[in-house]
């Protein structure tokens, strides 16, 4: 049957967070996923990695329960990058982990460990591809062999390449059950749109699994009044929140989801212990969402298999902060109003979260709520918390306001005031 976007979509507003995992070959060498195009690595020189791919430490049960504790509701897994190693049993190449030391279909074992915790499954399939004979490499833009002069009069078939991809594609949306996501990445020049046959790409994916969500890197125009079939369900701003969330050409709000690495590398980089805060976590979830917007989150597992311990430890405590407050993330979008000087607003339904997270000097302030308030309590235990206009306050203003009773915040992370609103307030 038949679904809509919006009825596709719907478990997706809902969710508001999920992981993203990069996992391949690249894990070896341990110098992010664009390691081969970043030094022009060629096949040869690549295949040794190949040759000794086997993560013996691979668990998806652990990191579907890594996923789940940090409260994310669903995952995007890499089973195809951009070197063109396969992390399913694709019957279409030799190029994939069953014919590794691994021998092991592993977006099948990833798919039933995530099924199994209730999350969402979602697939990344990479248009590009570095390895297939038939996709341009000599003056592309961003192959291993773009300067290569000795393949500058390499004959390559492009539509036999996009054959292909729509081959593991069907693969991928056939032979693993349903899925909830397909996130294509990435178009570029002219590679963009038709050159992958997206229209018809799009109608098989529809065919396949009707219920399915797809994101906007096919190519098209997702902002566009009459956007093309292929220009996707969401926006994916990569590494960037928008300032103001994502509109259309007339300015109503479309979805779209903020992919953000951990570190700054998406695939596994030894040297990179850049990570970002649980608090930088946390509030980054919390703009996206107050700007009508998911945050996708990045992993990216060694060549064992094991997620980074540094991961794992900020995973677990943004697990620790949505299980007191993911009331204000859940099902939320941003609320009708300014932001406030003090943080942000979530809202859902007659709830307005006030998420706070600069203390300041006295009460804080809920600006234009004044008698429109009926409860207001501390999300993270359920304590009351009192409404009411200060002595002090009253010659400069007539509002609402709340006292912690503290010059510290309770939650210095991020703390969330549930704000039940009286009926028709605006």
């Known amino acids: 049957m038949k679904e809509s976007a919006s009825e596709r979509m719907k478990w997706f507003l809902e969710a508001r967070f999920g992981m993203f995992i990069h996992w391949g070959l690249y894990a070896i060498p341990a110098r992010g996923e664009w390691v081969r195009s970043h030094e022009q690595i060629s096949v040869e020189d690549y295949q040794p990695f190949f040759n000794e791919f086997n993560p013996d430490d691979y668990d998806p049960r652990e990191w579907a329960r890594v996923a789940k504790d940090a409260g994310m509701k669903y995952a995007v897994l890499t089973s195809k990058q951009h070197d063109g190693f396969c992390l399913f ?47 341009p490499a000599y003056g592309d833009a961003h192959h291993p062999m773009r300067n290569n002069e000795a393949f500058k009069d390499r004959k390559h078939n492009f539509e036999n390449y996009v054959d292909y991809l729509h081959g593991q594609v069907r693969e991928l949306l056939t032979n693993y059950g349903r899925i909830d996501i397909m996130w294509f990445d990435f178009s ?109 989150l990045n992993v990216g597992p060694n060549a064992r298999g094991q997620i980074p311990a540094e991961s794992k430890e900020i995973l677990r405590e943004v697990g620790a902060w949505m299980r007191k407050n993911g009331a204000s993330i859940y099902g939320c979008k941003g609320a009708d109003r300014p932001k406030p000087e003090w943080g942000r607003y979530t809202q859902k339904g007659n709830k307005l979260y006030a998420h706070v997270l600069d203390r300041g000097i006295g009460p804080v302030n809920f600006r234009g709520l004044g008698g429109k ?27 609402a306001f709340v006292s912690f009773g503290s010059s510290r915040l309770p939650d210095e992370y991020d ?12």
């Not at 479309?254 to 030894?270: K, S, V």
């Not at 703390?415 to 039940?420: G, N, R």
Request: hydrophobic fraction near 35%; charged fraction near 25%.
């Open 415 to 426: 703390t969330v005031v549930e704000l039940e609103l009286a009926p028709d307030s605006k």
């Open 373 to 399: 308030i009926v409860k207001a309590r501390l999300l993270a235990d359920g304590s009351e918390l009192k409404v009411r206009v200060p002595w002090n306050a009253t010659e400069f203003v007539s509002d």
């Open 188 to 296: 570029y020049g002219n590679m963009s749109g038709e050159a992958w046959r997206a229209t018809d790409l799009v109608k098989m994916v529809r065919e396949l699994q009707p219920h399915i969500i797809i994101d906007n890197r096919l190519g098209g125009n997702i902002k566009s009044e009459k956007p093309e079939i292929y220009a996707g369900d969401f926006a994916s701003p990569e590494q960037i929140i928008p300032p103001e969330g994502v509109v259309n050409e007339k300015g109503d709000p479309i979805p779209w989801e903020a992919c953000i690495t951990l570190n700054d590398h998406w695939g596994y980089c030894a040297n990179d212990l850049d990570y970002k805060s649980p608090k930088q976590v946390i509030r980054a979830l919390v703009e996206c969402v107050s700007k009508g917007g998911n945050l996708l």
């Open 89 to 135: 049993d694709s019957k279409l190449t030799d190029y994939k982990a069953t014919n590794t030391p691994a021998r092991r279909d592993l977006v099948a074992e990833y798919v039933e460990a995530f099924r199994a915790e209730g999350l969402k499954v979602g697939f990344y399939y990479s248009l590009l591809d570095w390895h297939h004979p038939d996709y």
